[in-house]
């Protein structure tokens, strides 16, 4: 039933709450973005073997838990309410589900298992510059090569594709979308990290020149691709709608303690209205969010038009929310030490990530055929 | 002295003296223009103006862009200083000395910082807490100053400091020049959004004011701040100078040069926010032009105000357009957060953008919230009743503070 969460639901959000406020408090992110790596593997692995969460939606029969859209939901939350540091959005949602929806049993098995025990990263290497988020647009062409092929050209903004060890590449055969898996150590591939405009988040450029690839998917894989985007379109709103509940607490906190002319400054109106529809976004974020999840699980038929409304809904909620936090802290939020610019950062490349929202309301809106006639 | 020898005495002085000739020509070229009267004309004559109308600077400015290939920009020799402190000196600085001070600010030779802010009083200035306590001939300071902008550098501060607790906030302060080399001032760099620190925290223990350097008397700290803060917000809610000029012409340039794949209706809905923020960006300018026209011929007064809040919530939407034009590119952040001093500029319009958008985000902050010049207009300007006040007429010792 739609917004029926059970106990477990709620079980798992108190242990991955209480697991992130330790590992992940605010000092710790600050350390892990300014490091060489971006995450930290120990912690990565004890999110594997002890929560079970890298492998949360792998199929049990690869070594995962199996776990719906719901309990990756109310992860992904809980991650964006800290700002967690960690190749979760890339490797255990994206890639993971591009590998269980359309890579070929044999890959499925070798990778799978390796991914949900936390054992190799994986990131899904398909954006490139002109149009990164649109499938349809790939143009890179795979080149047969005796049993396997050659990949040529560039992939950008790879999610943490500077620290995976497992590299799927989507490019053409014959014109139809294809995976190909990519030795990390594949002649002609070169990775430059990028410099993140949201410094709690790794993306990377990827060359290949000639770089041998082998091929672990068959047919064409567009709809299979879509649906994978489509979950982590959906963690990703959910990041969002955790970073935006928490940037709401915290603005709420300061506006109660703050006295500026012998009073709190949430008693001014202006900070108090401003205060309450952060609290309408914030509620209809989770709305968008949680109906995009239990679609997710129970209505196949309507997980693309919730995805596309909870990505542009986030979008603009999370941003908004944090550029008025920044404002209501005034001085103190423009400065560095303050934790209101790293969510601002956050929200604007989670924002732009994927595809903006008016990207996704016009998805949205094709969709549903507004104005077709 | 008339338009047309005013014109004569700038182009004498750009003949006499050649802010072009090879070497940093600053200090010489600006000490001339000063002693010729030519720096603000309105000033007295010997304190570096001919006691004209102040529209007539426009004249001075006119003449040296057309005549010289360096000009010097006054918001970047010395912003504090020239945007805020010279009419305050001016105003209610000691007789003696004051020439050199006008000087050497003109010149740049000394940098001038705003000492108002505290960790505990931004909006609610006039509730600060920094103490100043009389011996002898001097004052002795403690306390502590925040987000004090170029106080690294800087040789002179503006301060307002409580001189009588016991009395109303308004009434209990005094407004300083602070020798910022003086034994006591401690500055430490406060890092910003960008990692890069502009403005500092200024701590003051036992510090010692002559009172010579005391602007106004004391107990009028409130009257001369609210002078300073008027020049300031003058200062910051210009506009650009020309039609399609500052922040918009960067916009237009990304909008055009920026190769990215949008569908139609995307680039529709861009191309109708730009215009949009096209008509705002020029109307801004055009208001500029009037309340300077008004000031010309008046006084400063509130309509500063409508500027700045305008200024600011016009700059940050302009830069966050031009993240929008950028499209996935701003996931990328070339200039990086290294903790360093000073500020960022870039001559490429992508990375300068990139990075103005962070910057923006203080625009509705610093000299004033957007939410305090509102409140502004409406109770100056409008003539709105001000909200039921609780710190007014109590002695300030005992408003509640953070
Ligand atoms: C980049 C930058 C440079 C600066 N440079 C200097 C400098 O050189 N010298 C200097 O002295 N200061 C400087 N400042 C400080 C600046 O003037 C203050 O930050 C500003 O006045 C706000 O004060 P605050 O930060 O204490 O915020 P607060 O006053 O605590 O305000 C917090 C929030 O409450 C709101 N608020 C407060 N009172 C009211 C009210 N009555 N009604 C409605 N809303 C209200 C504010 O609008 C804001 O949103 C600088 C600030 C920045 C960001």
Redesign the interface.
């Known amino acids: 039933m739609l917004f029926e969460f059970s106990d477990e639901h709620g079980e798992l959000r108190r242990t991955v709450r209480d697991f992130f406020e330790k590992e992940s408090d605010e000092n710790r992110v600050r350390e892990l973005m300014?490091s060489e790596q971006g995450f930290d593997p120990t912690c990565w692995g004890r999110m594997a073997e002890e929560l079970g969460i890298v492998g949360l939606i792998v199929s049990e029969e690869h070594g995962g838990a199996g776990l719906g859209m719901v309990e990756l939901a109310i992860v992904a939350e809980e991650m964006g309410r800290v700002l967690l540091c960690a190749p979760y959005l890339s490797s255990a949602v994206l890639a993971t589900s591009v590998l269980e929806f359309a890579a070929d049993e044999a890959a499925q098995k070798e990778i799978l298992p390796k991914l949900a025990s936390g054992e190799a990263i994986a990131t899904l290497a398909f954006?490139e510059?002109?149009?990164?988020?649109d499938f349809s647009?790939i143009a890179m062409t795979a080149e047969p090569k005796g049993d396997a092929f050659q990949l040529s050209g560039e992939k950008t903004?790879v999610l943490d594709g500077q620290i995976a060890n497992e590299i799927i590449v989507v490019a053409r055969v014959d014109g139809s979308l294809a995976l190909f898996r990519v030795a990390d150590d594949a002649s002609g591939l070169s990775r430059e990290a990028?410099?993140?405009?949201?410094?709690t988040r790794r993306?990377a450029a990827l060359r290949f020149k000639n770089t041998p690839a082998s091929r672990i998917s068959s047919g064409d894989l567009c709809c299979q691709l879509e649906c994978a985007l489509d979950r982590a379109i959906i963690a990703l709103a959910a990041e969002q709608l955790g970073g935006a509940q928490r940037v709401l607490e915290t603005t709420i906190d300061f506006a109660k303690?703050?006295?500026?002319?012998?009073?709190?400054i949430g008693s001014?109106q202006?900070?108090k209205h401003g205060c309450a529809d952060m609290l309408v976004e914030v509620e209809f974020a989770r709305s968008a969010v949680y109906n995009a999840a239990f679609s997710g699980d129970e209505d196949p038929q309507s997980v693309a038009v919730a995805a596309q409304m909870a990505k542009s809904y986030c979008s603009d909620a999370y941003l908004d929310i944090a550029?008025r936090s920044?404002?209501i802290h005034?001085?103190m939020?423009?400065?560095?030490?303050h934790s209101a610019?790293l969510y601002?950062k956050r929200a604007?490349?989670s924002e732009?990530?994927f595809g903006?929202a008016?990207?996704h309301r016009?998805r949205m809106a094709a969709l549903l055929g507004f104005g077709a006639r | 002295m008339n338009e047309s020898e005013l014109r004569e005495r700038t182009r004498a002085l750009l003949k006499e003296v050649n802010p072009d000739a090879k070497g940093d020509q600053r200090i010489p070229f600006r000490g001339a223009q000063f002693d010729r009267g030519l720096a603000w004309v309105s000033f007295p004559e010997g304190l570096g103006g001919l006691g004209l109308a102040p529209k007539l600077q426009t004249v001075v400015q006119d003449e040296l862009h057309k005549g010289a290939k360096t000009y010097y920009e006054d918001m970047l020799v010395n912003p504090i200083g020239i945007g805020m402190g010279a009419a305050v000196v001016l105003a209610y600085g000691r007789e003696e000395g004051k020439r050199e001070l006008l000087r050497r600010m003109f010149t740049g030779e000394e940098i001038w910082c705003q000492l108002f802010s505290e960790p505990s009083a931004g909006s609610d200035l006039a509730g600060l807490a920094t103490r100043a306590v009389r011996d002898g001939d001097d004052w002795v300071l403690n306390g502590q100053k925040t987000w004090t902008t170029l106080a690294h550098i800087s040789k002179w501060g503006l301060l307002v400091a409580r001189t009588n607790p016991d009395l109303p906030k308004h009434d209990g302060l005094s407004y300083f020049m602070l020798d910022m080399q003086a034994p006591g001032v401690e500055v430490r760099p406060l890092y910003q959004i960008t990692g890069e620190a502009e403005f500092n925290e200024v701590f003051l223990n036992d510090v010692r004011i002559p009172q010579k350097h005391m602007l106004g008397e004391e107990g009028q700290g409130w009257k001369v701040a609210i002078a300073t803060l008027m020049n300031e917000r003058v200062a910051l809610g210009g506009g650009a100078s020309k039609k399609g000029g500052g922040p918009i012409a960067v916009l237009l340039e990304l909008f055009e040069n920026v190769e990215a794949k949008r569908s139609p209706a995307e680039e529709a809905l861009l191309r109708d926010r730009i215009a949009k923020l096209y008509i705002e960006a020029e109307l801004l300018r055009l208001t500029g032009i009037r309340a300077k026209a008004a000031r010309d011929s008046n006084v400063v007064g509130p309509e500063g105000s409508v500027g700045k809040v305008a200024q600011a919530e016009i700059g940050k939407a302009i830069w966050e357009c031009c993240a929008d034009v950028l499209g996935p590119d701003a996931l990328v952040y070339e200039h990086g957060y290294e903790l360093r001093q000073g500020s960022t500029s870039s001559p490429n319009s992508r990375l300068h953008a990139k990075y103005t958008l962070l910057r923006s985000r203080a625009y509705s902050i610093e000299g004033g919230t957007s939410e305090i010049m509102r409140n502004i207009l409406g109770e100056r300007v409008l003539g709105l009743p001000g909200e039921p006040r609780v710190d007014k007429d109590v002695p300030w010792k005992e408003i509640r503070r953070s």
């Not at chain 1, 990028?194 to 410094?199: G, S, W």
């Not at chain 1, 303690?257 to 709190?264: H, K, Y």
Request: aromatic share 22%; net charge neutral; proline share 11%.
């Open positions: 300014s954006s510059a002109a149009n990164p988020w647009a903004y990028l410099p993140p405009f949201d410094p993306i303690t703050r006295f500026q002319f012998g009073r709190p001014f202006v900070i550029n920044i404002q005034g001085g939020g423009f400065t560095w030490e610019h601002y604007k490349a732009i990530l903006t008016s990207y016009e």
